[in-house]
């Protein structure tokens, strides 16, 4: 078996499954380093107090950066859009939030979003709504601090509870209940306020998780490239015993051969 191993075709061959088997590992490599890059997480710092303007844009899709970002804006707060949306959960307490129409000043212009607070009660909820409302000061601009979150979907009502009745901050939904809004920009996303209205609670509102998850079909890929490298030099070594296995056949059968055709001595 050695000898036939040492042999210049077996070598050469040796030295192809080789350059293969190291190609797969490259590959597998690569599957590997895929993988982990993947799982990478990026530390973003959400709870650094960002200005509005440079971070999203109105009429556009939120950006991924901007997602749970602790933001700064100032603009003016329209009388007669504050709505009441239900359902929300605060500490794991459902309620009412207060969420009211800021025309944003210092960032390009356009509707956002704001939600002011939370209430357990429904009626304390409007309670607030109302003293909000009063307290308006048209065209004044007062400054924002909250975290910035993407617009949600809109849910339908259940079959007996008013059609008015809302349960998520779906832009596409308060910007036809705004008064008069027509056609203007708008924000596709929301601000939870770090100060809450009066006889509100302030909304509990958590920085993102940043984790990640490892990708398993690279890891899966990495694996494959190795068993495919693995069985080039199995490949080898199986061709080389096939080889010796083959002479030596030849080799029993050459000399049964000439043990057949050997002439045999006087008989007695």
């Known amino acids: 078996m050695l000898r036939m191993m040492l042999r ?3 070598v050469l061959a040796l030295v192809a499954a080789l350059a293969v088997a190291a190609a797969f590992a490259l590959l597998g490599q690569w599957q590997v380093e895929r993988a ?9 710092p959400t709870e650094q107090v960002r200005p509005l303007e440079g971070l999203v844009e109105p009429d556009r899709p939120t950006p991924q950066a901007a997602t749970g970002q602790m933001v700064e804006v100032a603009g003016s707060f329209v009388p007669g859009d504050t709505l009441l949306v239900d359902g929300r959960l ?6 009412t939030w207060v969420v009211a129409h800021l025309e944003v000043t210092d960032a390009p212009a356009g509707g956002l979003p704001v939600a002011l607070g939370w209430a357990a009660d429904r009626e304390d909820a409007a309670a607030a ?6 307290s308006i000061d048209e065209g004044a601009v007062v400054t924002v601090t909250g975290r910035f979150l993407p617009s949600e979907a809109p849910m339908l009502p259940e079959d007996d509870a008013d059609p008015q009745q809302m349960k998520t901050v779906a832009v596409a939904q308060l910007i036809n209940r705004w008064a008069d809004y027509d056609d203007r920009p708008v924000y596709f996303g929301y601000v939870t306020s770090a100060e809450p209205a009066d006889g509100l609670v302030a909304i509990v509102s958590p920085p993102p998780e940043q984790q990640a998850e490892l990708n398993w079909l690279n890891v899966f890929y990495a694996v494959e490239w190795v068993v495919f490298a693995a069985f080039a030099i199995y490949l080898w070594y199986r061709l080389v015993r096939d080889a010796v296995e083959r002479e030596r056949e030849e080799a029993e059968q050459a000399a049964a051969d000439r043990a057949a055709t050997a002439p045999t001595g006087p008989a007695e």
Not at 36 to 44: G, K, S
Request: hydrophobic residues 35%; proline residues 4%; glycine residues 8%.
């Open 8 to 10: 210049p075709r077996w």
């Open 36 to 44: 982990v890059e993947q799982a990478t997480v990026v530390e973003r």
């Open 90 to 95: 605060n500490d794991g307490e459902s309620g």
């Open 129 to 134: 709504a109302e003293r909000f409302e009063a």
